[in-house]
């Protein structure tokens, strides 16, 4: 069974910093890994995205150059590291895994998800 952890979420005033760690157990093979966030009210944002050997990423206009997505497979886990945070950033993260090397930015090319975490962003 696959399951995707995410960790590292919690309340952060606006200008900090914050890592995310999304854990990953069950998955074979080389897989692609990206993150999402669904703010309240809101529908599912794609924020970043890699793929499996770590060569390659892509970021939504909205976080580049604040969000750092990153992976570690000895570990089987993945990154988001967040500077900058603003108040808009508030949001349940989400990480999400695809049986394929390639990356993408659309939620419906992802096989797994991982129940996500809070990340409250104070002004």
């Known amino acids: 069974q696959v399951q995707l952890i995410e960790s590292g979420g919690g309340l952060v005033q606006a200008g900090g910093s914050l890592r995310l760690s999304c854990a990953a157990s069950?998955?074979?093979?080389?897989?692609?890994m990206g993150w999402f966030r669904q703010a309240p009210g809101k529908g599912r944002e794609f924020l970043a995205t890699?793929?499996?050997?770590?060569?390659?990423?892509y970021y939504a206009d909205s976080v580049k150059g604040r969000f750092t997505i990153s992976r570690d497979n000895a570990k089987n886990t993945v990154y988001l590291q967040m500077n900058s945070l603003k108040p808009e950033d508030t949001a349940v993260y989400s990480c999400?895994?695809?049986?394929?090397?390639?990356?993408?930015?659309?939620?419906?090319?992802?096989?797994?998800w991982g129940q996500g975490t809070q990340l409250p962003v104070s002004s």
């Open positions: 890699i793929n499996w050997t770590g060569t390659s990423t």
């Open positions: 069950g998955i074979f093979g080389r897989y692609a």
């Open positions: 999400a895994a695809r049986g394929i090397e390639g990356y993408s930015d659309r939620p419906g090319d992802y096989d797994y």
